[in-house]
């Protein structure tokens, strides 16, 4: 099976943000601090409702152009040192809150004519600044998970509807499977990319394992099955799929019944695919 090269727009999803992208996380934070305005945390309730929810609103946008750009920079200029997503985050919010904790008190004497005495303010208000951007890089960050999500699976049920296209007009070309499994292995890292050996639903993700090692995919199994559509394996369990050539042995054990792999790995086959897979001969 070959590997050809796919758009660099199949191979991964676009990280940079986009204006709709900056604007909605904007209306996040603006919906942010007019809640907590309208809370009036911090001995807040003795100024009017206006003045708090327009003081925690600026508050709030100013964490946001602050957490952001930095969060974006440990991700960047950390993933090598720190592997752990939260643990960059953590470390970046940290930063942050060190240095809207400077700039929280000037804000302070913007609204409500405070006195400035930095060092005092500073420590008064790190502990806010802790909770308050925890909780807008929070937000934010289930929020760039679900369009991630979100996204990825656009991107594979698109894969799937031009890969549908391209097997109807190749109905009669003796290229079909590889065709196919150039489509489907298309949604892989070049580096994973290899001889397909068997397909595993965990949950809502679709692990592909290949000689090349596994990958997730946000995908179902039935969607993967109509793709590979022609492609010599066989389903043997609900949440199974195995390549014909990837079978090493068949192990039975009083009742139960499972393949054994070029991988080592032992695929199950459940009640309901076992005359299947008697009658597929795989071995």
């Known amino acids: 099976m070959t590997n050809r090269e796919i758009p660099s727009n199949n191979q991964q999803l676009k990280s940079e943000p986009t204006k709709n992208k900056l604007l909605r996380q904007l209306l996040i934070v603006v919906f942010i601090g007019l809640f907590i305005g309208f809370m009036r945390p ?61 700039i929280v008190p000037f804000i302070g004497w913007l609204f409500f004519e405070h006195t400035l005495h930095l060092a005092d303010n500073f420590l008064l208000a790190l502990p806010n600044t802790l909770v308050i951007g925890s909780i807008i890089t929070f937000v934010s960050m289930l929020q760039n998970h679900v369009n991630h999500q979100k996204q990825q699976l656009e991107q594979s049920q698109h894969v799937i509807e031009q890969s549908q296209k391209v097997i109807e007009q190749h109905q009669q070309n ?20 290899g001889q397909l050996l068997c397909l595993e639903m965990d949950d809502h993700y679709l692990k592909v394992h290949t000689d090349q090692g596994q990958h997730m995919l946000l995908m179902r199994l039935k ?38 792999l070029t991988n080592h790995l032992e695929v199950p086959v459940s009640r309901t695919f076992v005359e299947a897979v008697k009658a597929a001969n795989i071995i």
């Open 174 to 193: 003796n290229d079909i499977n590889a065709l196919q499994i150039d489509q489907f292995m298309g949604l892989l890292p070049l580096e994973k990319r």
């Open 42 to 102: 911090f001995g807040m309730d003795q100024f009017t409702l206006l003045l708090s929810m327009s003081y925690w609103v600026f508050t709030c946008i100013c964490g946001y152009l602050i957490y952001m750009p930095l969060i974006n920079l440990g991700h960047k200029y950390l993933a090598k040192s720190i592997t752990t997503l939260w643990q960059r985050v953590a470390i970046s919010s940290l930063l942050a809150s060190l240095i809207m904790s400077l």
């Open 223 to 260: 969607d993967a099955l109509m793709q590979l559509e022609g492609f010599p394996g066989i389903q043997t369990h609900r949440s199974w799929w195995v390549a014909n050539q990837a079978v090493v042995s068949v192990n039975k054990e009083n009742r139960k019944m499972s393949l054994l």
